[in-house]
């Protein structure tokens, strides 16, 4: 299937073009931190209540293509906009337009690929394995491009692969749902009416939160532990090696654990890393520590994805799942991720902060575990839906 693995690499090609650069931007134009922190959390609050209503209305209005080239046409415009824009309301207003565009492309392509996969759907690891190679591959080169050609190299770089993945979106097959939803908020309603569906949120949420922690504070723990640059770069790569394994294998590691295995796998090793964190004695540490990402996010995602798929198809409500799923992983946990770091790293210091992350992963588990038991009969049915085995 080449057009999924090209949409994939393309898209996360994009976001490592992008995303690492942009806050060195907000300063090269003059920002101080305080508004740089308020443009970083207005996409995951945007995300929050974006990605499940373009996720509604698609199933709703039977026309995910369309909606999907739209956000795809408005995150294209507020970037080309961006490279215009210096004042901190124009910027406010590109970023959340941004944040509108981002928040529901990869539910509706992971909607689509997952109906496109049928039976097979345990293989949509290997195909989301090519946003990995993507991110990989394209960070190398926009660093060693905008270190020589300056930042302006990051919009080029993200237009230029976004639309290419515009080209790729066009030709990606999306089937009518036969199973129609009656409107959005009837489809809401009927997934928040599902007690495991209720239980998964809370599990990602929990081990997404401390993510948020690792995503916006990780460098500056390492900076004060006298990390160099360079070192901060290969924990990234460290991060993009570990997805690849997970990702290339995670139809057996679905076959062999279950949906259900893998995510228990995946919030044990989330609360392990961040303890890890807290103990580490040295920077050098953080990069075996971080070889653990493949399994906190990679196996977790694909655990939260078959979920998703199989809760939310069994209803005709498939793209209004994932976007409910990136809604809190991307959107909500981002979002209460950044704002308790910033708190606890000011009161409590850093190390203190990652082991109460630790220890609220370490609940969301519990919880699952007890909370999320079913007859072995329901269990399996749902597992069965959600790899493809009908």
Known sequence: MPVPKLFYFCFYAAMAFFMPFL?????EIGLSGRQIGLLAGITPLV???????????ADALQQHKRLLLAAIGMTLMAVLALTFTKNLLGLVLLVTLYGLGTAPIMPLVDHAVLEMLGA?????????????LGWGVAGVGAGWLVERAGLQW???????????????????????????????????????????????LVAVFASSVAMGLTNNFLFLYLNDLAASKTLMGISLLATTVSEVPVLFFAARLLNRWGARGLLIIALLAQALRMVAYAVMPAAWWVLPINLLHGLTFSAMWMAAVAYANAIGEAKGLGATAQGMLTAVVMGLAAAVGAVMGGLFYDTIGPAAMFGWAGAGVAIGLVFFIVAGRTPANVRLAQEQIAFGQE
Request: aromatic share 16%; net charge positive.
């Open 120 to 132: 097979h759907k345990d293989q949509y690891g290997r195909l989301r394995l090519w946003g990995a």
């Open 23 to 27: 806050a060195l931007y907000y300063a």
């Open 47 to 57: 995300t929050l209540f974006a990605a499940p209503l373009w996720g509604g209305l």
């Open 154 to 200: 990051a919009f080029y770089g993200f237009l230029l692969l976004m639309g290419s993945g515009a080209l790729v979106a066009a030709r990606l097959p999306m089937r009518r749902t036969i199973n129609r939803a009656k409107s959005f908020r009837q489809g809401m309603q009927t997934l928040l009416q599902e007690w495991q569906w209720i239980v998964l």
